[in-house]
């Protein structure tokens, strides 16, 4: 492969795992494949993540099933996992399990552990297809593996996501009886869960235990408690979290902001929106598409359509370029106010900006011409 004066250079093992990976980062992933380098399976870990984000899993099990025992390489736990996580991202999660399955009777050097049968396990709840889920869930015991942390955590949030909130707590009691604590995901699910739900008195007391349990609640939990307060016009409640927040150490992000602009705008609490949004860029972040779109529906909603043009001309002026969703937004209140002229002028300067309208914005239109 090279020559050092009149010496010969013999490639080894890291100068092969470096030119496949050059060839995966350069998208050559034939050349790699048609080189058929007689290397060991650790050398293969960067050609088979290269073919499974390239959506070509069909090559990467050919090669884990075939090409490797083929040139003497027995897959390890990596090719295994990089497949059945491949698999799993193509929606393939009954293929990943059947592949695991094999696993204990191939003779490879790869038995199935926890981290490969929460790959499956996610898969499933991501197709979803809880009851396989489960069902890997379950067969994790019979096998004798024992479920971790990502495991019940992920059960939990699945079944917290259905709102079946008294299967979720037996699971987590269960996680705890086996020794294993629940972590900030764990818990933030299941405040997700109850809130949800509509059971915010749980929420709160689910998050006092959390406290109690030496798990400090995260930004995440904040948003999830201040979304549901918010959507139920509890907006003073929802700002003593946020207050409460910097307090705590935690530093309120993009979402925290627009769940309580959010909040405020619904309500109609423009003076305390713009409080709210002033104290935000003073913190250091800046508004995005979704925060303007906030403000312009604030002002929509109070008929003052002069005031929300002015939030749409902002935008520009803070080097944001509006989105269809700005657009659809402006051009819907501008026509229910009776400013079609308006509105079809800013449709045309959508369309110059190279956006396409669609039925939702047509809508608006066609019914304001015709009123």
């Not at 090719?79 to 059945?84: E, K, N, P, R, V």
């Not at 016009?233 to 150490?249: D, L, Q, V």
């Not at 909603?301 to 935008?315: G, N, P, R, T, W």
Request: hydrophobic share 40%; charged share 20%.
């Amino acid at each position: 492969m090279a020559r050092a004066g009149a010496d010969e250079v013999t490639p080894n093992l890291y100068t092969y795992s470096v030119l496949i990976g050059c060839c995966c980062r350069a998208g050559r992933l034939d050349n790699v494949i048609k080189k058929g380098f007689r290397v060991e399976a650790i050398t293969f870990t960067p050609l088979l993540k290269g073919l499974c984000a390239d959506k070509r899993t069909s090559d990467a099990m050919d090669i884990v099933l075939c090409r490797m025992t083929q040139l003497g390489c027995i897959p390890n736990v990596f090719s295994c996992t990089i497949l059945l996580k491949g698999l799993c991202d193509e929606n393939r999660s009954q293929e990943a399990l059947e592949l695991l399955q094999m696993m204990p009777d191939d003779g490879g050097d790869c038995p199935p552990d926890v981290v490969l049968y929460n790959t499956v396990i996610n898969g499933f709840f991501k197709e979803g297809d809880p009851d396989k889920a489960y069902a890997t869930y379950h067969e994790m015991f019979d096998q004798g593996i024992l479920p971790d942390v990502v495991t019940y955590s992920s059960i939990i949030a699945a079944l917290c996501k259905a709102q079946a909130m008294d299967k979720a707590m037996e699971v987590l009691n269960t996680m705890v009886k086996n020794g294993v604590m629940p972590n900030c995901r764990t818990y933030n699910s299941i405040v997700h869960g109850y809130c949800s739900s509509g059971q915010l008195t749980e929420a709160i007391g689910f998050l006092k235990m959390m406290c109690s349990d030496g798990v400090e609640p995260d930004v995440v939990t904040c948003n999830l408690l201040m979304d549901y307060l918010c959507k139920n016009r509890r907006c003073t409640e929802a700002r003593k979290i946020f207050n409460s927040m910097t307090k705590c150490g935690l530093k309120p992000d993009i979402t925290t902001y627009c769940t309580l602009l959010q909040g405020y705008a619904t309500k109609g609490a423009l003076v305390e929106m713009h409080d709210l949004l002033d104290l935000m860029v003073w913190n250091g972040i800046q508004p995005n598409h979704h925060v303007f779109n906030i403000l312009i529906c604030a002002y929509a909603k109070q008929e003052k359509v002069d005031e929300a043009m002015l939030v749409f001309s902002k935008m520009r002026q803070q080097g944001l370029s509006p989105n269809a969703v700005n657009y659809r937004t402006i051009i819907d209140v501008l026509c229910k106010l009776g400013r079609v002229y308006d509105a079809v002028l800013t449709l045309k300067q959508m369309i110059n900006e190279g956006l396409t309208p669609d039925i939702i914005v047509y809508t608006p239109l066609i019914h304001g011409r015709y009123m």
